[in-house]
């Protein structure tokens, strides 16, 4: 039972750690019209007409976004590392919980991810939506949203077979 909880974990950690990585690198995230034409923006890039141009304005909350993000992909990837080595059983770290690890790092991912989403999402409706009247937050944001959710489950699951395995431990022979 308790490897059920880590191999759920675990897939929910490596979906989640690749709609991060694809919602951090493209440009969808909100989608408007500028002077008539379409135009949609991501943390990196935005475009218009088809064209794409670089982000070259440093501008705090983009700035603050990127880096949430990054720490969010990067803690998700530390914790999947931490959740394969859960199902190894090394004498070394007796003290150590490793599925322990991997909850605690995909909890940290899923703040990182929200804090990411919030700022975003703060200052494009409080900001950017009143300057632009038609528009909508795209695909790319929604994949963050996703992520977060499948990074705060990755964390209950391992989180459940850590109690499983202390349990277990717990109620062994004195």
């Known amino acids: 039972m308790m490897y059920s909880f880590m191999g759920g974990g675990l897939f929910c950690a490596c979906v989640g750690n690749i709609l991060l990585v694809v919602s951090t690198a493209t440009d969808f995230w909100m989608q408007y019209r500028l002077s008539g034409a379409f135009a949609h923006q991501g943390l990196w890039r935005y475009c218009v007409t088809g064209?794409?141009?670089?982000?070259?304005?440093?501008?705090?909350?983009?700035?603050?976004?990127?880096?949430?993000?990054?720490?969010?992909?990067?803690?998700?990837f530390g914790g999947i590392i931490a959740g394969i080595l859960s199902f190894a059983h090394f004498s070394t770290f007796q003290r150590f919980n490793r599925s322990f690890a991997a909850g605690i790092m995909f909890f940290i991912s899923t703040l990182f991810v929200l804090l990411a989403m919030a700022v975003y999402t703060g200052v494009t409706v409080n900001f950017l939506g009143k300057r632009f009247g038609d528009w909508r937050f795209s695909w790319s944001y929604i994949l963050g949203w996703v992520a977060l959710l499948m990074t705060f489950f990755a964390g209950i699951?391992?989180?459940?077979?850590?109690?499983?395995?202390?349990?277990?431990?717990?109620?062994g022979p004195r």
Not at 53 to 73: D, G, K
């Open 51 to 76: 064209k794409c141009y670089m982000q070259t304005e440093s501008i705090a909350y983009w700035n603050a976004t990127r880096a949430f993000m990054i720490l969010s992909t990067l803690s998700c």
């Open 157 to 171: 699951f391992y989180m459940c077979a850590y109690r499983m395995h202390e349990n277990r431990r717990g109620s």
